[in-house]
């Protein structure tokens, strides 16, 4: 070969293993083809109408109907602020009182993480995924066995997360069932999540009397109080309410702590059609519109403008059971009416999506997670929680599931960004130069070279070799892959609290997890 050959195939080698390393470079948040925050909205299951109806029928509900087992404390700031106790002991909601709430309730919040990278800034449509739930079992798709949670667990699932681009935000998932004393169960469960991930963190508390002790720890994770309220990167997921139309009585005074102390609150009313909510969609939607708007009223008597996500979270009953059906269609529907219940408002809003029925990361798993998600985003919904790894409705948490609902939600948030229409997407020039005397394909244009990580994404585990492909490569399965990512994350993450402060908290605090 002539040295001006050999030259020339070097520079032809050098040139693609340039663009190759060019590609392969982590891209600019911006350019990014799906990224947190993308506007969703294009779905709308309810007409103009069927939104001001619920919207009518939810406050006369609370005018009419109200509801039951208010704490004391709770009494005194809803009648404080115009709420009327009847002689049933019911809290009842006059209109204006509710319209009032509204114009002061606080819009377009964020919701921090300890990695600014990872702030959640909920306005209009932007669509954030995430977990949560209270799972109390951990699922093995290799024994098909499940086990007791564990707050390792919690902590294993927080450090995977933090991993998972496609996931924005981690919600406790599990519940630390190693643990027997219930103050040991809220820390442990707190620090696993915090332990784990910078991304902002969902946690809950099983007793008033534990908000103290946890916000002792926050503080030390923060720096001190001050810099917690600046930038306070925990939210409690709160049911202040026990469908139908009851307050709890100790998650509002919970309700009442977090909220003096900074902490955004998940108003979380979590009713199940059929049985604790109304059968027809439409109805169930009423009423968890009205329960959180009686949160909306409770917290901004509390502290007015207090950051509160309207957490409209009904499920759905199987009725030929009475089994929760979280992964159906109907669960899709309500959670995407839901969604246009919160921009009707113009209020932060969160509810439930992927969620499946199925017992392990299987093909009905698949569908039921793409559906719903894909349902919750095109509506617009701010924080879809239960998006991954939950399964047998919500009672089984997998690890190779948040693998797997990674890539999902990948997919997912692609349909959400939707189709870019500008003048260079629909400019003709790359069509003129491969049809007129052009090679006749696209597959080396600059304008295809230039797209392929900004217009398309690519699955991390998800297989799209040929058939030859595939079986030359061993004929691998997608849970092997999944478990191969899983294990790969693992052995490099670390905890994400500083070494001196983990120290003085373990001394401090019976933590449980390594």
Same mark, same amino acid.
């Given at each position: 070969?002539?040295?001006?050959?050999?030259?020339?195939?070097?520079?032809?080698?050098?040139?693609?293993?340039?663009?190759?390393?060019?590609?392969?470079?982590?891209?600019?948040?911006?350019?990014?083809?799906? %990224?947190?925050?993308?506007?969703?909205?294009?779905?709308?299951?309810?007409?103009?109408?069927?939104?001001?109806?619920?919207?009518?029928? /939810? =406050?006369?509900?609370?005018?009419?109907?109200?509801?039951?087992?208010?704490?004391?404390?709770?009494?005194?700031?809803?009648?404080?602020?115009?709420?009327?106790?009847?002689? *049933?002991?019911?809290?009842?909601?006059? #209109?204006?009182?509710?319209?009032?709430?509204?114009?002061?309730?606080?819009?377009?919040?964020?919701?921090?993480?300890?990695?600014?990278?990872?702030?959640?800034?909920?306005?209009?449509?932007?669509?954030?995924?995430?977990?949560?739930?209270?799972?109390?079992?951990?699922?093995?798709?290799?024994? =098909?066995?499940? %086990?007791?949670?564990?707050?390792?667990?919690?902590?294993?699932?927080?450090? &995977?997360?933090?991993?998972?681009?496609?996931?924005?935000?981690?919600?406790?998932? $599990?519940?630390? #069932?190693?643990?027997?004393?219930?103050?040991?169960?809220?820390?442990?469960?707190?620090?696993?999540?915090?332990?784990?991930?910078?991304?902002?963190?969902?946690?809950?508390?099983?007793?008033?009397?534990?908000?103290?002790?946890?916000?002792?720890?926050?503080?030390?994770?923060?720096?001190?109080?001050?810099?917690?309220?600046?930038?306070?990167?925990?939210?409690?997921?709160?049911?202040?309410?026990?469908?139908?139309?009851?307050?709890?009585?100790?998650?509002?005074?919970?309700?009442?702590?977090?909220?003096?102390?900074?902490?955004?609150?998940?108003?979380?009313? /979590?009713?199940?059609?059929?049985?604790?909510?109304?059968?027809? &969609?439409?109805?169930?939607?009423?009423?968890?519109?009205?329960?959180?708007?009686?949160?909306?009223?409770?917290?901004?008597?509390?502290?007015?403008?207090?950051?509160?996500?309207?957490?409209?979270?009904?499920?759905?009953?199987?009725?030929?059971?009475?089994? $929760?059906?979280?992964?159906? /269609?109907?669960?899709?529907?309500?959670?995407?009416?839901?969604?246009?219940?919160?921009?009707?408002?113009?209020?932060?809003?969160?509810?439930?999506?992927?969620?499946?029925?199925?017992?392990?990361?299987? $093909?009905?798993?698949?569908?039921?997670?793409?559906?719903?998600?894909?349902?919750?985003?095109?509506?617009?919904?701010?924080?879809?929680?239960?998006?991954?790894?939950?399964?047998?409705?919500?009672?089984?948490?997998?690890?190779?599931?948040?693998? =797997?609902? *990674?890539?999902?939600?990948?997919?997912?948030?692609?349909?959400?960004?939707?189709?870019?229409?500008?003048?260079?997407?629909?400019?003709?020039?790359? $069509?003129?130069?491969?049809?007129?005397?052009?090679?006749?394909?696209?597959?080396?244009?600059?304008?295809?070279?230039?797209?392929?990580?900004?217009?398309?994404?690519?699955?991390?585990?998800?297989?799209?070799?040929?058939?030859?492909?595939?079986?030359?490569?061993?004929?691998?399965?997608?849970?092997? %892959?999944?478990?191969?990512?899983?294990?790969?994350?693992?052995?490099?993450?670390?905890?994400?609290?500083?070494?001196?402060?983990?120290?003085? =908290? %373990?001394?401090?605090?019976?933590?449980?997890?390594?």
């Amino acid at each position: 070969m002539s040295e001006a050959a050999e030259a020339a195939r070097g520079r032809r080698a050098g040139g693609r293993a340039a663009r190759v390393a060019e590609r392969a470079a982590p891209l600019a948040e911006a350019l990014r083809p799906v %990224r947190p925050g993308l506007q969703g909205g294009q779905y709308r299951p309810l007409s103009e109408a069927g939104v001001a109806q619920i919207h009518a029928a /939810a =406050l006369d509900a609370l005018e009419e109907i109200g509801l039951a087992n208010a704490p004391p404390s709770g009494v005194e700031i809803l009648t404080g602020a115009g709420a009327v106790r009847g002689a *049933d002991g019911r809290i009842r909601f006059p #209109r204006a009182l509710v319209e009032d709430m509204l114009a002061k309730a606080a819009r377009d919040i964020t919701l921090h993480g300890r990695d600014p990278r990872h702030d959640l800034h909920l306005s209009g449509s932007r669509v954030h995924f995430g977990t949560a739930g209270a799972a109390v079992h951990v699922v093995d798709p290799l024994t =098909l066995d499940y %086990r007791d949670s564990t707050a390792q667990d919690l902590y294993d699932a927080a450090r &995977i997360v933090q991993h998972l681009d496609n996931v924005h935000f981690y919600q406790r998932t $599990m519940v630390c #069932r190693d643990l027997a004393d219930n103050f040991d169960m809220d820390i442990n469960t707190l620090y696993a999540c915090l332990s784990g991930t910078t991304k902002h963190v969902g946690t809950s508390f099983s007793d008033p009397s534990h908000v103290a002790g946890c916000f002792e720890l926050l503080h030390a994770v923060a720096g001190g109080e001050e810099a917690w309220r600046a930038r306070p990167f925990v939210s409690n997921s709160n049911c202040f309410v026990v469908p139908p139309m009851k307050f709890a009585e100790e998650s509002c005074q919970v309700m009442e702590d977090c909220v003096r102390r900074g902490m955004p609150v998940l108003l979380l009313s /979590a009713g199940q059609a059929g049985a604790t909510a109304p059968a027809p &969609i439409a109805l169930a939607i009423v009423q968890a519109v009205a329960e959180c708007l009686a949160g909306v009223v409770y917290v901004n008597a509390i502290r007015p403008g207090a950051p509160a996500v309207f957490g409209t979270w009904p499920f759905v009953s199987d009725l030929r059971t009475g089994a $929760m059906s979280g992964g159906s /269609a109907e669960q899709a529907l309500l959670t995407a009416g839901c969604a246009q219940m919160h921009r009707f408002y113009n209020l932060p809003g969160g509810a439930a999506s992927g969620i499946t029925d199925s017992k392990l990361p299987d $093909m009905q798993a698949g569908w039921e997670q793409a559906i719903t998600n894909v349902l919750a985003g095109l509506s617009g919904l701010n924080m879809c929680y239960e998006a991954v790894g939950m399964h047998a409705s919500l009672l089984g948490f997998c690890l190779e599931s948040l693998i =797997l609902g *990674d890539d999902i939600l990948g997919q997912v948030l692609r349909c959400v960004r939707g189709i870019d229409v500008t003048p260079d997407s629909t400019a003709l020039e790359a $069509m003129r130069e491969v049809c007129l005397g052009g090679p006749g394909h696209y597959l080396g244009s600059t304008q295809t070279l230039g797209l392929m990580q900004t217009e398309y994404i690519y699955p991390a585990v998800g297989n799209r070799m040929s058939p030859k492909e595939w079986a030359e490569a061993g004929k691998p399965l997608l849970l092997d %892959r999944a478990i191969a990512r899983k294990n790969e994350i693992l052995a490099k993450a670390g905890s994400q609290i500083a070494p001196e402060i983990d120290a003085a =908290l %373990r001394a401090r605090f019976n933590i449980r997890f390594r």
